[in-house]
């Protein structure tokens, strides 16, 4: 009897030793299959490229955003587009392969959200400001309304207000302090804020409005400016807003897009939009 328990247990060891040799080897397969997975799915990504449509005033911060965020992705490639928010939601309707879109507003990426260019609606990333720039001081005393009626004024610039947001808060900003039929003859429109900027730093223009932010990516440059008071124009919320592509169907690709719109607003990037002279937007969650 004692010999029939001793082989029987005996043999339960044995089964039990291959069963558990079995599991580990399934285990190890398994192991070398993710590993596998994993390393194409980096190949992937080091061969996938995204696009990014930026509004003009949002590119330097825009490029800092860029070097924090390749630290964390080594292998993420990107091209970016800068314009006028208005042209490049034009792109976007004309079939550009555009996967992520940061306006300068929040109308163009509604608009597009409206009409199906994405499946999700836009989340506003930062809040511009508005200010007046010139190449002589402006005078901390003098009333901005005075400045834009003055005669030694005879060109002011502001950004194509059709395409650019930053052009349609400074046509009602000119509206409201009631100037805006008094100066008609002394506006030259460029075709977003950097042109602006470009026509005040040449002399072509004698004041411009454009953003904050310009100021602050340039200081050296601009010596005199004045912030507009915001009770005289609607905020300038800033959205995002994913596109609709054929080419996000790629697993990889998808992934390093939805990566770079949460990074944008992680608590990583609060420092860029302080330093840019952004507002940042109460979002419930932040991603870190």
Same mark, same amino acid.
Request: glycine share 6%.
């Given at each position: =009897?004692k010999?029939?328990?001793?082989r029987? +247990?005996? +043999?339960?060891?044995?089964?039990?030793? #291959?069963?558990?040799?079995?599991f580990?080897?399934?285990?190890f $397969?398994?192991g070398?299959?993710?590993?596998?997975?994993?390393i194409?799915?980096?190949e992937? %990504?080091s061969d996938q490229?995204i696009i990014?449509?930026?509004a003009?005033?949002f590119?330097?911060?825009?490029?800092? *955003?860029?070097? =924090?965020?390749q630290k964390q992705?080594p292998n993420s490639?990107i091209m970016?587009?800068?314009?006028?928010?208005?042209?490049?939601?034009? #792109?976007?309707?004309?079939g /550009? @392969?555009?996967?992520?879109f &940061?306006?300068a507003?929040?109308?163009?990426p509604?608009?597009?959200?409206?009409?199906?260019?994405?499946?999700?609606p836009p989340?506003v990333?930062?809040?511009?400001i $508005?200010?007046?720039?010139g190449n002589e001081t &402006? !005078?901390?005393?003098t @009333?901005?309304?005075?400045i834009?009626e003055?005669k030694?004024?005879?060109?002011?610039?502001? /950004?194509n207000?059709?395409?650019?947001?930053y !052009?349609?808060a400074a046509v009602?900003?000119? #509206?409201?302090v009631?100037?805006w039929?008094s100066i008609q003859?002394k506006?030259?429109?460029?075709e977003s804020?950097?042109?602006?900027?470009?026509?005040?730093l040449?002399g072509a223009? %004698? *004041? !411009?409005?454009?953003?904050?932010? /310009?100021v602050k990516s340039?200081?050296?440059?601009?010596?005199y400016w004045k912030?507009? %008071?915001?009770?005289?124009?609607?905020p300038?919320? #800033?959205g995002k807003i994913? *596109?609709?592509?054929?080419?996000?169907n790629?697993s990889?690709k998808?992934?390093m897009v939805?990566?770079?719109y949460q990074f944008i607003?992680?608590n990583y990037t %609060?420092?860029?939009f302080?330093k840019?002279g952004?507002?940042?937007p109460?979002?419930?969650a932040k991603?870190?």
């Amino acid at each position: =009897m004692k010999h029939l328990v001793d082989r029987y +247990f005996q +043999f339960c060891k044995s089964s039990l030793f #291959q069963r558990f040799t079995f599991f580990g080897f399934i285990l190890f $397969l398994f192991g070398i299959s993710l590993f596998a997975e994993k390393i194409k799915f980096e190949e992937q %990504d080091s061969d996938q490229e995204i696009i990014v449509a930026v509004a003009a005033n949002f590119k330097s911060p825009m490029e800092e *955003i860029q070097r =924090m965020f390749q630290k964390q992705y080594p292998n993420s490639k990107i091209m970016y587009l800068y314009g006028a928010s208005g042209h490049l939601t034009n #792109q976007i309707r004309n079939g /550009a @392969p555009i996967d992520l879109f &940061l306006s300068a507003d929040l109308d163009f990426p509604t608009t597009l959200y409206q009409e199906g260019y994405s499946e999700n609606p836009p989340e506003v990333y930062a809040e511009g400001i $508005l200010i007046l720039v010139g190449n002589e001081t &402006l !005078g901390s005393e003098t @009333p901005i309304p005075t400045i834009l009626e003055s005669k030694q004024t005879k060109h002011i610039a502001i /950004a194509n207000p059709k395409t650019a947001p930053y !052009g349609r808060a400074a046509v009602e900003y000119l #509206q409201k302090v009631g100037v805006w039929k008094s100066i008609q003859d002394k506006l030259v429109y460029g075709e977003s804020v950097t042109q602006v900027n470009q026509f005040v730093l040449a002399g072509a223009s %004698d *004041i !411009g409005f454009t953003s904050y932010s /310009a100021v602050k990516s340039n200081e050296n440059l601009w010596k005199y400016w004045k912030k507009i %008071d915001p009770e005289f124009i609607s905020p300038i919320l #800033q959205g995002k807003i994913l *596109i609709k592509s054929k080419s996000l169907n790629q697993s990889g690709k998808r992934k390093m897009v939805q990566n770079l719109y949460q990074f944008i607003n992680s608590n990583y990037t %609060d420092s860029i939009f302080k330093k840019y002279g952004y507002g940042i937007p109460n979002l419930n969650a932040k991603s870190k």
